[in-house]
């Protein structure tokens, strides 16, 4: 498609959260992210983006308890991990730390580690932006994505 805008990536995703402090400490201690910017209304704290030291996506929170009950469960972005080596250490260090995960699979392209979830239920899912098989120049059709990655895998190995 020629005429299609220029993009940049993501500039930042943003998750509506019941408890901002909660959910800071949550991201600082399990992923390492550290607020950048604060977000006041009237002197009350409402949001605060956050960056992360090593390459991770920027993150917003928003205190917004409808919002984050309603979001809970689903797994709206998976952030970037370089590798299948690095995956496995986020696993283990996520274990360390006292939460519980589905640990890394094999998936359609990469590797993925799904089912953590922050203090408001949202599923924090990762996936490998190297990949063990790479996309050809045809849509992809990907048919019972856990059966077929599983299937995959015992051919590949």
């Given amino acids: ?72 469960g689903f797994d709206y972005f998976a952030i970037g991990v370089p590798g299948k080596e690095e995956i496995d250490d986020l696993a283990q260090r996520l274990v360390a730390l006292g939460e519980t995960h589905a640990g890394v699979h094999f998936a359609t392209i990469g590797w993925i580690l799904p089912e953590l979830h922050d203090p408001d239920g949202h599923e924090v899912r990762f996936y490998t932006t190297s990949h063990h098989t790479e996309p050809g120049p045809d849509v992809l059709t990907v048919d019972d994505a856990r059966e077929s990655a599983e299937r995959r895998e015992r051919e590949l190995t």
Avoid: Q
């Fill in 1 to 72: 498609m020629t005429d299609a805008p220029r993009l940049d990536g993501i500039h930042h995703v943003k998750l509506p959260v019941s408890d901002l402090e909660r959910s800071l400490t949550w991201y600082n201690t399990r992923l390492g992210y550290e607020v950048e910017i604060e977000f006041r209304e009237k002197g009350i704290l409402m949001g605060c983006a956050l960056r992360h030291p090593n390459g991770g996506p920027m993150l917003a929170l928003r205190l917004d308890p409808a919002r984050a009950e309603a979001a809970a």
